[in-house]
């Protein structure tokens, strides 16, 4: 597997000519998270899944895909969020999380977005006790026209996903 | 593993361990010349000169400072064995076997530069050094005396160079003799010469002078060296043949070190001459061979894996256009394609899995080391045969069993092989045999460790059991010879029984067992008092495939590698008794623990009771029957491990793709097993089930 090759940042390097962080907007329950592109592998339509007995309730199970066996972790229930009515798997995105590719249900792949930096509230910034895998939030005009600004809650996959058991 | 830096030391070690191998199996030969007398071969000595000055060359170049110390000291060692300055014995043998390990472990270590090791290295460094300087070096070069002259002495083969010193060193006197000869019998007249010569003097070399002659004659110039007084030697040879003049010592030695004499660098070049056709050939196989990281090799698995669900879409689509008329014809070629596609892929896959193959010969060699110096430790004679070095077998696997391999050797020498006195008073051989036999059998690969050593005693080892609380009395009454036998596999029953400095490592021949199982091998034992014991081990192929039976529970399918299968038994609900908690079924009389595997993965099993199954599984001596829905059949499979996330998950050894993305999860039988047993650990993960 070609992991760890790739830097993954949600953070501008200062003086950087890049001024954009590409992150791929996804919604799980009511709410919508963004994973940096730079983790972001795949976007897949939700392969044939095998269960794994015994294995914590946040993971689905395994897929296979081109060959490798794939850890599918389910977000809603590893964020906790109450789900009212769970849908069918939505879609699947393959994040690079160091040394393992993970696979992590969504219910929907909103869009990628191109953030600016002033988008963008750091945690670190904030008062509010959140959780370590956020780096902050961002504001983002919805995708589809005339629903106003929507929250992004900005994930740092290997805090979100690495050493996961 | 993107590291450039990384690559590049994989490389180095890659390299440096398969010349530290080829040193390893070379010593071998050389130490089974010397153990039967025999003069080495010289060209061995200059393989396993020319693998130390590799691996002291790429050392320097990667930073492994202290294998480059211990390969430049073995380099002077072995240059002095080359030419003759030292002579081979059991202390330089010693030295060269001790390097191999040491070179093994220096190249484990993280740190190359390991200032911890330096004083171990200068230690060895010495012991080498010690060897090298033999009384007759300390002389300094015999040949510093002489005024041979370095034109003569550059085109002198090692060997003449080595005669001669050897002929000075006995004392001989040196002479050049000068004689011309007819160039059409040239042979004969050299010939000639050497036959009268014979008793007298020794002929080192000749070489056209570049004086005399003609167009019919040549003069040579021929290095003598004889025992003979000159005025002896004179009268016998001038007029005759020519000119005799001796070649004074020098009174004053040459003030240059004793290594570095006035012969010209080309004679004592450290590397392979050009026109040396061991050297060309051994470049040759190099040229013709490639290293390859074994994950590359997976991944190319994994592109074939890739094809095979092209393969299987693409006859989805064609399937759909069957039923119309029109497409009758094109569809049948379709089909044949489809089928000759199908049969390259299988042989690309077995192509791919070939390249994976190496010879056992590999981890062999490494016993020759342990057998010599477990022996000597022992005060015990021991002879090591081998047989089958060639056999071969997938690299993970050959590595994988070097160390239940060692142990299994360990044992035999340590426990097996007796002593010199009680193997004469029994009137056996002094000596005693290891066997280290491998061949191919159908699918799988066998290798016996067998000697002919004192064997087992099946009573004691019930005993043993007995006492220990293993097994009771009463059950141990049941017992055949064959299964007391096999009692020595009980975990708890060797382990720490004889601690030694060999094989008592805490390790007993439970935990043997039990990585062979790993890698879905069987191990037997077979022992005769007094006549030796055989262990035989039997492996797959390849770890890559494996024969699974593939089995359903609770509509989830689940392979179970065929290795651990004996039988499958339909379920006879009625039949299942409680035993202390424990469900067991009566088979063939014996009373068989069962598991059902539905309420252990937490699913729901089938409804009907009596159309399921009960898979009866050995490991280790206990049995054990899962019972399972359904049989759905056996396949090849490729059990691929879990990610990190799910490792800690017990029970699955990994997951296969069965086609079509379609995944079932490979059951660890030895786990499994455990968990039944020993009751295993808590488990976490069941928890967070629930």
Do not use: W
């Not at chain 2, 293993?470 to 036998?485: F, I, N, P, V």
């Amino acid at each position: 597997m070609t992991a760890g090759a790739q830097r993954v940042t949600l953070i501008p390097d200062p003086g950087s000519e890049e001024v954009t962080i590409p992150v791929v907007a996804v919604s799980a329950g009511s709410e919508t998270y963004g994973f940096p592109l730079s983790a972001v592998r795949e976007i897949l339509m939700p392969p044939p899944l095998t269960e794994v007995p015994r294995s914590a309730e946040h993971f689905l199970g395994v897929i296979a895909v081109r060959g490798e066996i794939i850890t599918l972790v389910d977000l809603p229930t590893l964020l906790k969020l109450e789900v009212l009515d769970r849908q069918p798997l939505g879609r699947v995105i393959l994040v690079d999380v160091g040394d393992e590719l993970i696979g992590v249900a969504v219910d929907r792949v909103v869009q990628v977005s191109q953030l600016q930096p002033d988008q963008i509230e750091y945690a670190s910034s904030m008062s509010a006790d959140l959780s370590e895998y956020v780096v902050g939030v961002a504001r983002v005009p919805a995708a589809s026209s005339g629903s106003g600004d929507q929250m992004l809650i900005l994930i740092d996959p290997g805090a979100l996903l690495g050493g996961l058991t | 593993m993107s590291d450039p830096r990384d690559n590049v030391q994989q490389e180095f070690l890659a390299e440096a361990q398969e010349l530290v191998e080829a040193l390893s199996r070379d010593l071998l030969l050389l130490d089974e010349a010397h153990q039967r007398a025999e003069r080495p071969d010289a060209s061995l000595i200059n393989e396993i000169f020319r693998s130390v000055h590799t691996l002291k060359g790429i050392a320097g170049m990667f930073g492994y400072k202290h294998v480059g110390t211990i390969a430049h000291a073995l380099e002077d060692l072995l240059d002095d064995l080359r030419v003759g300055r030292t002579d081979i014995g059991d202390p330089l043998l010693d030295v060269l076997f001790d390097s191999v390990e040491r070179f093994q472990r220096l190249l484990a270590l993280d740190d190359p530069q390991a200032p911890e090791e330096a004083h171990g290295v200068d230690a060895y460094v010495a012991a080498v050094r010690s060897i090298g300087t033999q009384p007759a070096v300390e002389d300094g070069d015999p040949l510093d005396q002489y005024a041979i002259g370095s034109a003569v002495l550059s085109v002198l083969t090692e060997y003449e160079e080595h005669r001669l010193r050897a002929c000075i060193r006995e004392g001989m006197q040196l002479y050049r003799l000068r004689a011309t000869f007819d160039l059409t019998a040239i042979d004969d007249s050299i010939e000639a010469l050497r036959d009268v010569v014979h008793d007298d003097a020794e002929i080192i070399t000749y070489l056209p002078s570049l004086e005399g002659g003609n167009d019919e004659s040549i003069e040579l110039v021929v290095l003598l060296a004889s025992r003979v007084p000159e005025t002896e030697l004179k009268a016998h040879f001038e007029g005759r043949y020519g000119t005799v003049e001796a070649i004074k010592e020098q009174k004053h030695p040459p003030t240059v070190p004793p290594n570095l004499t006035s012969i010209p660098p080309s004679s004592r070049s450290l590397l392979p001459q050009p026109e040396d056709e061991t050297g060309q050939a051994s470049l040759r196989s190099v040229a013709n061979s490639v290293r390859v990281d074994i994950r590359k090799l997976d991944d190319l698995m994994n592109v074939v894996g890739e094809l095979s669900l092209v393969r299987s879409a693409v006859g989805r689509a064609v399937a759909g256009l069957d039923g119309d008329p029109k497409y009758r014809q094109p569809l049948r070629e379709l089909d044949r394609l489809g089928r000759g596609f199908e049969r390259q892929l299988s042989e690309l896959r077995t192509r791919i899995l070939d390249v994976r193959m190496v010879p056992l010969g590999q981890v062999f060699s490494k016993f020759a080391r342990i057998v010599r110096q477990a022996a000597r430790e022992n005060d015990k004679q021991v002879r090591l045969v081998i047989t089958g070095a060639n056999t071969e077998m997938d690299k993970l696997i050959v590595e994988e069993l070097a160390d239940p391999l060692m142990h299994l050797v360990r044992n035999a020498i340590d426990h097996g092989i007796e002593s010199v006195e009680t193997r004469m008073r029994l009137a056996k051989p002094a000596e005693g045999t290891l066997a280290l036999n491998a061949y191919h059998k159908g699918r799988n690969v066998v290798i016996e460790v067998e000697d002919d050593g004192g064997g087992m005693n099946a009573h004691k080892l019930r005993e043993r059991a007995v006492s220990r609380g293993l097994l009771t009395a009463e059950d141990s009454q049941d017992l055949t010879r064959q299964g007391m036998l096999d009692l020595v596999f009980l975990p708890g029953l060797s382990t720490n029984t004889e601690v030694t400095d060999l094989s008592g490592r805490g390790v007993g021949m439970d935990v043997v067992k039990t990585n062979i199982l790993r890698m879905g091998g069987v191990v037997s034992i077979a022992s005769e008092q007094g006549i030796g014991t055989k262990i035989t081990v039997t492996l797959p192929i390849t770890l890559a495939i494996i024969r699974a039976l593939i089995i359903t529970v609770g509509a989830r399918l689940f392979a179970l590698p065929i290795s651990a299968v004996r039988e499958a038994i339909p379920f006879a609900p009625q039949d299942v008794r409680t035993i202390q908690g424990r469900k067991v079924i009566t088979m063939r009389g014996e009373t068989l623990p069962i598991c059902d595997l539905a309420p252990l993965f937490g699913l729901r099993g089938a409804r009907q009771q009596a159309s399921r199954f009960v898979i009866v599984c050995e490991m280790g001596n206990r049995e054990l029957g899962f019972v399972v829905d359904e049989l759905v059949g056996q396949e090849d499979v490729i059990t691929k491990s879990l990610g990190a996330t799910l490792s800690s998950v017990r029970g699955f050894a990994g997951a296969t793709d069965l086609g079509d993305q379609k995944l079932a999860l490979v059951l660890d039988a030895p786990a499994l097993f455990s968990e039944y047993f020993d009751g295993g650990e808590a488990l976490p993960s069941v928890e967070a089930h629930a």
